[in-house]
């Protein structure tokens, strides 16, 4: 019986890994391919567009794109955002936070 569930769980744990591994390759090559460049979402200057696309290497194939994304992904390192000019994994761990009280507030609230 034991096995059975231990085999389960490491099924479900890979489907999940492969689930996420799909949807994040999926949103990194649909940002790819849209039209315009990472660089230029935001109002600034053409040198400091020109600066940030050589920063996110946005000149490199998509393949090699791919590539250094993905090694930084299994790293989790998330890079640094280009609104704010922070890691993005301290932004994430800031929101976190609160999303998860706010989370635990709403889960208290229905079941009480």
């Known amino acids: 019986m034991r096995s ?3 085999r389960f769980v490491v099924r479900r744990l890979g489907a999940a890994a492969a689930l996420i591994a799909i949807v994040a ?28 696309c050589e920063r996110i290497r946005c000149q ?29 994994a301290n932004l994430v761990a800031e929101r976190g936070r609160n999303s998860l009280v706010l989370g635990c507030s709403a889960l208290l609230l229905a079941t009480v």
Do not use: C, H, K, N
């Open 60 to 88: 490199d194939s998509l393949a090699v794109q791919y590539g250094v994304w993905f090694a930084r992904a299994i790293r989790l390192d998330l890079g640094l955002s280009a609104r704010y000019r922070r890691p993005v």
């Open 25 to 52: 390759s999926a949103a990194l090559l649909l940002a790819r391919i849209a039209p315009g460049s990472d660089a230029s979402a935001f109002d600034v200057d053409p040198a400091a567009a020109a600066v940030e």
């Open 4 to 6: 059975g569930f231990l």
